[in-house]
């Protein structure tokens, strides 16, 4: 039964979002925006992001 409760918790930890990291990227985000729209951050062209990657 040990084996069931251990494969269970993983597979609960796979699924269930970890609410801290969304909080983290949901700020980081916000920062991003912010900064697009202030001007702060500049956006290139798809295409010439694929040329410089």
Do not use: H, Q, Y
Not at 8 to 26: F, G, M, Q
Request: proline share 4%; with cysteine.
């Amino acid at each position: 039964m040990e084996k069931a409760s251990i494969i269970d918790v993983l597979l609960k930890s796979l699924v269930e979002p970890d609410v801290a990291i969304c909080r983290l990227w949901a700020e980081e985000v916000e920062s991003r925006i912010d900064g697009f729209e202030s001007g702060e951050i500049k956006s290139i062209p798809l295409d010439e992001f694929f040329e410089r990657n």
